[in-house]
């Protein structure tokens, strides 16, 4: 009798572990894919040449919010480029611009770090910080002589997570796991240099 009802609870321990098993993998996978939408972009000319102004709404989603909170750094990239169309030929390239943003968690300070360069931020909250990450205000992107005046050309602007700056063990779920997945637009729009008033 003591071995029928052992061989039982066997059974039953293993069949209650291949369902916490299941649960948690569903989890896993059923965890939402995060994304970071472009909202308005605009070229700006201005004396020493154009800028950029940009607005991204980021949404890391709850297993990268999770993860930068207990102290994994993540990387985003904004993009920048400005071509112009050619009959029978391919687009020319005229600028490209690359900017890196490093984000932070500090569990001593209690407090978020956004890093570009040499030039580091705190916040109190998560919020704060991604709405500082999805604003660009101004960025310098080309010379004022890169582009002839009255001539149409096509931007791109896209801010990523930058996978490839995950630790190693996130890297390789990312793959599988839309929780670590970040999916990030590119938004294009047409712009014509103005023509100078003389």
């Excluded at 004396?47 to 909170?69: I, K, P």
């Excluded at 570009?116 to 002589?145: C, P, Y």
Aim: aromatic share 10%.
């Amino acid at each position: 009798m003591t071995a029928f009802f052992m061989h039982c609870c066997k059974r039953l321990e293993h069949r209650l572990a291949s369902l916490l098993a299941a649960v948690l993998l569903l989890c896993a996978f059923s965890a939402h894919a995060g994304s970071i939408e472009p909202t308005r972009a605009t070229l700006n000319p201005g004396d020493d040449g154009y800028t950029l102004s940009a607005e991204f709404t980021v949404d890391l989603g709850s297993r990268l919010e999770e993860a930068v909170a207990r102290g994994v750094p993540l990387y985003f990239n904004l993009e920048f480029i400005l071509e112009r169309n050619r009959k029978y030929w391919v687009k020319e390239h005229i600028v490209s611009r690359s900017l890196t943003y490093r984000l932070s968690y500090s569990s001593l300070m209690r407090q978020y770090r956004l890093t570009t360069g040499s030039l580091h931020q705190n916040f109190g909250s998560l919020e704060e910080a991604l709405r500082v990450v999805g604003r660009i205000a101004s960025l310098q992107v080309a010379d004022k002589d890169a582009l002839k005046n009255g001539e149409s050309y096509e931007a791109a602007v896209r801010l990523a997570l930058d996978r490839s700056q995950l630790p190693k063990p996130f890297q390789v779920d990312a793959i599988i796991d839309k929780g670590l997945q970040v999916e990030a637009k590119v938004l294009r729009w047409q712009f014509t240099a103005p023509v100078a008033v003389q």
